[in-house]
Nanobody, 124 residues
Framework: QVQLVESGGDLVQAGGSLRLACVASGEISCISAMGWHRQGPGKERKLVAR????????YYADSVKGRFTISRDNAKNTLYLQMNSLAPEDTADYYC?????????????????WGQGTQVTVSS
């Protein structure tokens, strides 16, 4: 199993910055790509950013390109999301997601794991 614990959510004014962190534990060697998703009030959960296992390739939703940066420190088993120029529409619960390598997913019956979420509120 994999456990994910997010932190860093807070109340911030528009234009401000926050850095979210997600610490992974358990079967770390099973983790491939990792990502951040968010779910705003009354909205569906959507992918914000994703990073490959070695950190060489990243993906960003159009809504956060140029403002958010995803990174990971595999030595610390930690995923980060640096969020700059925050806007009220960034208000959401942010969730860390860890995608398992196929061999682990087959063995566990789970393709991925989720953290419990951390709340980000951006005031105008």
């Amino acid at each position: 199993q994999v456990q994910l614990v997010e932190s860093g959510g807070d109340l911030v004014q528009a234009g401000g910055s926050l850095r979210l962190a997600c610490v992974a534990s358990g079967e770390i060697s099973c983790i491939s790509a990792m990502g951040w998703h968010r779910q705003g009030p009354g909205k569906e959960r959507k992918l914000v950013a994703r990073i490959t296992s070695g950190g060489s390739t990243t993906y960003y939703a159009d809504s956060v390109k140029g403002r958010f940066t995803i990174s990971r420190d595999n030595a610390k088993n930690t995923l980060y999301l640096q969020m700059n120029s925050l806007a009220p529409e960034d208000t959401a619960d942010y969730y860390c997601n860890a995608i398992l390598y196929d061999v682990c997913a087959a063995a566990t019956g789970k393709p991925d794991y989720w953290g419990q979420g951390t709340q980000v509120t951006v005031s105008s």
